[in-house]
């Protein structure tokens, strides 16, 4: 590792390099903050070690200077004893930690290495947000979104189908949005449609088009958004309400990859990589023969599961000063941020409505937010829904089924109600759990 120790008095400055070059760390040294700021330019340095009562440039400067040129590094101030002042103020403005004359040694190897291995994980993680791609509109910091969106990069190179699922709220769209930007096509039109919103009797000309003349009311020709999200994506939103005759036309169009406007005669080839969302259950929905098993397949080909928003607590975070940042300054608060407390109580609360919900109550706290802190009253979570009832071991004369049954009920609303992955955490097959389903009336 590689450290820079900035200190005006030459005693101090050779005392801590020479320490710290027996514990094996390659050192360079500055005589004040003008010096710091050259040796940075040149040389690439994992941490900063500073003195704040400097000549010329002190300490303070030194910390701007690094914080303007966008130089991250972690920095540790050592400052004399009665500058705790001074070093308070440093570390607001950015400082890692400070240690005060004279200090013992094996203290700063250990701040040194807390320093650098947070700061190491700050850059991984920089760099990786970076690799990514991600703009300003998709927040991701939590380990479990980060890896899906690494995956969802790979997949957007190529033109495979991808279907993602998710319950309501937990960011289906965006991340249709974020696999068109990363893929071949993303110079092409993104075109989402709602297939729960269209009439039955209209989807077909609304998905392909018609021609003039198709049916009553169609004096014009049309294109449907098949061909208008030609060369680009076409995101068919809650494909699980789509209509079963209308799932064979569509399967019909993605294995030819041509279609026919409703009324017309030629076959007009499309050129487009589809993308599919719901939050239902599709396995279930084709065992309950409403959603076709080929179409299901044909669609299922990479699949991604969003995690709800309580399983990301990073997310939780990360999206909330988002929020914040961004409905503060459209209320003339840009100054709000959140207290330690209510942080964590959105940290405990369950979200049903998962970000979406996150983002409504983070615009609700802003409003009541009077001075630069939301606190947790503002976040109006007393009406939190109870987290599922957990059985009481201490409850007395419980038979068997109650606690069989009780417990089964859970393991099912974790798994949204998914029999295959219920019956792989109770540790049974999938017949026994719909025997028991049946047999305890969890129906
Ligand atoms: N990772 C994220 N970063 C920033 N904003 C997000 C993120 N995920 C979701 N949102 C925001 O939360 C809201 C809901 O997201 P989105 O519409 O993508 O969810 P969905 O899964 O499609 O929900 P539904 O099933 O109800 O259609 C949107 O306003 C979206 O901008
Ligand atoms: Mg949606």
Redesign the pocket.
């Known amino acids: 590792l590689k450290v820079l120790v900035v200190d005006d008095e030459l005693n101090v400055r050779e005392s801590i390099r020479k320490f710290l070059e027996i514990e094996k760390f390659d050192v360079g040294t500055a005589v004040d903050g003008n010096d710091a700021v050259e040796k940075l330019s040149s040389e690439v340095f994992d941490l900063v070690l500073t003195d704040l009562r400097m000549p010329n440039m002190d300490g303070h400067g030194l910390m701007e200077w690094i914080n303007e040129a966008g130089i991250k590094i972690p920095i540790i101030i050592i400052s004399a004893h009665g500058d705790i002042q001074d070093a308070v103020k440093a570390m607001k403005a950015g400082a890692f930690d400070y240690l005060t004359k004279p200090f013992d040694p094996d203290e700063l190897i250990l701040r040194m290495n807390r320093a650098v291995e947070t700061g190491a994980f700050q850059k991984s993680r920089e760099i990786d947000q970076m690799s990514l791609g991600l703009k300003d509109?998709?927040?991701?910091e939590d380990p479990l979104?980060l890896e899906i969106l690494t995956n969802a990069k790979q997949a957007a190179a190529s033109f495979a189908s991808i279907l993602?699922t998710?319950?309501?709220?937990?960011?289906?769209?965006?991340?249709?949005r974020y696999i068109h930007e990363q893929s071949s096509v993303s110079n092409g039109p993104f075109v989402p449609v709602n297939l729960g919103s269209i009439p039955e009797s209209l989807a077909e000309s609304e998905l392909f088009g018609h021609e003039r003349g198709a049916f009553t009311g169609a004096d014009k020709q049309r294109r449907g958004y098949f061909e208008l999200a030609n060369n680009g994506t076409l995101f068919l939103?809650?494909i699980g309400e789509m209509p079963l005759n209308m799932q064979v036309k569509l399967l019909r169009v993605l294995q030819e990859r041509k279609l026919q406007r409703v009324g017309g005669t030629i076959q007009i080839p499309v050129h487009l990589r589809i993308i599919a969302?719901?939050?239902k259950n599709l396995e279930e929905e084709v065992r309950e023969k409403r959603f076709r098993e080929d179409l299901f397949y044909r669609l299922n080909v990479v699949r991604f599961e969003?995690p709800a928003l309580r399983e990301r607590p990073k997310?939780i975070e990360a999206?909330s000063s988002?929020?914040i940042q961004k409905f503060g300054k459209l209320m003339g608060k840009p100054d709000l941020s959140l207290s330690e407390p209510a942080l964590k109580q959105l940290q405990n609360y369950d979200f049903p409505g998962?970000?979406?919900e996150?983002?409504n109550i983070i615009e609700r706290a802003c409003i009541f937010a009077s001075d630069s802190q939301i606190q947790s009253n503002h976040l109006g979570l007393s009406t939190m829904r109870p987290l599922e009832k957990e059985i009481e071991f201490t409850e007395q004369n419980l038979q068997l089924w109650e606690i069989e049954k009780a417990y089964i009920k859970k393991v099912l609303s974790e798994q949204r109600s998914n029999r295959t992955k219920t019956a792989e955490v109770l540790g049974i097959s999938r017949q026994t759990l719909i025997r028991k389903i049946q047999e305890l009336d969890l129906e």
Do not use: H, P, W, Y
């Open positions: 509109d998709l927040i991701a979104m993602i998710g319950s309501s709220g937990t960011g289906k769209e965006v991340m249709a939103d809650e969302a719901t939050n969003l997310d999206l988002f929020f998962n970000v979406r996150l983002e």
